[in-house]
């Protein structure tokens, strides 16, 4: 079924996995590209998912909730044979999740259609990652959306054993936004040559391939922005952690948000932050969905606590991330 706001001028399409999480909490639906996807819904963005679930149960039910969420579904492909993604995730004490991502899947299979074409063609941004990269199908089809004009948001999420410095290479070629964690840089760091602190690393990742935005991201210490030669931070908030799941992804979606406005970096940082802070206090990537979790040992949604920042850092206003085809990598 087709969203009334599909295909409509200012779209932002989300490419990749749609997957169930089984964490200890219950089972919850997510997959970095969906989780952004449903995070920009919620502030009013035009939005489509593009991925592929089986003919199952999990994909009925995923259809349905993306629906729910003002995500539109008409780009997500019913695979005859795979099944729907699905995730054994486990949470330390500290909150960190760990993930065994069970293959195949049917957003390995994510096929080229016209429609989809003309869609990313007419599309303001493609927000993809590196995991639906992992099977040559899927990535194929990625990649053939990179020829047109949207601006190009590249998520970082290394995932072993999915990790293909080719891949990430190519994707950092094509990227105008770029979001990597602390360690994802670290490891770009050394396939890539790029300098050991983190503030020249990020210019050099810019640098090298010619993108303007590149934002790392430091779990509880907050995240660091790099736009357009400016360096702005955020030293993070102070909450009671519960999972980290979607955190980042919450993160993504309120940092375009704010790159698409022309929003200064200091207050896309704080707002990113803040969003990010208060996932982080629930359980699963959604809260949202929390009222509709289907395990019936799934606590109820708690009452989001008081946030403590930290000093407030400011930085300069900058212009928004660019858009247009980006050429190769310098």
Known sequence: MSH??????????????VLWDALPAGLFLGGAPFNVACHLAGAGARVAMVSRVGVDRLGEEAMRRAMAFGVATDLIQIDPELPTGFVRATVDDAGEARYEILAPAAWDAIEPTAELQARADKA??????????????????????????????????????SEDAD????????????????AELAKLGAWFGLPKTERDAAA???????CPVVCVTRGRDGAALWRDGQWAEHPGFEVDVRDTVGAGDAFLAVLLTGLLAGTDSASILQNANLIGAYVATQFGAVPIDQGQITS?????????????PAAKKTGRPV???????KRGGR
Request: proline share 11%; hydrophobic share 40%.
């Open 4 to 17: 009334p706001n599909s295909g409509m001028p200012g779209e932002i399409l989300c490419y990749g996995e």
């Open 124 to 161: 303001r941004c493609i927000v993809f990652g590196s995991l639906a990269q992992r099977q040559k199908v899927s990535r194929a089809t990625l990649e053939r959306l990179w020829r047109g004009k949207a601006t190009m948001v590249f998520d970082i999420n290394l995932r072993p054993p």
């Open 167 to 182: 891949a990430i290479r190519k994707s950092l070629q094509r990227a105008d936004v770029v979001k990597i964690n602390r």
């Open 204 to 210: 050099a990742l810019a640098s090298k391939f010619s």
């Open 296 to 308: 019936p040992t799934a606590p109820a949604a708690p009452a989001r606590p008081r946030a403590k």
């Open 319 to 325: 212009p928004s991330a660019r858009r247009g085809p």
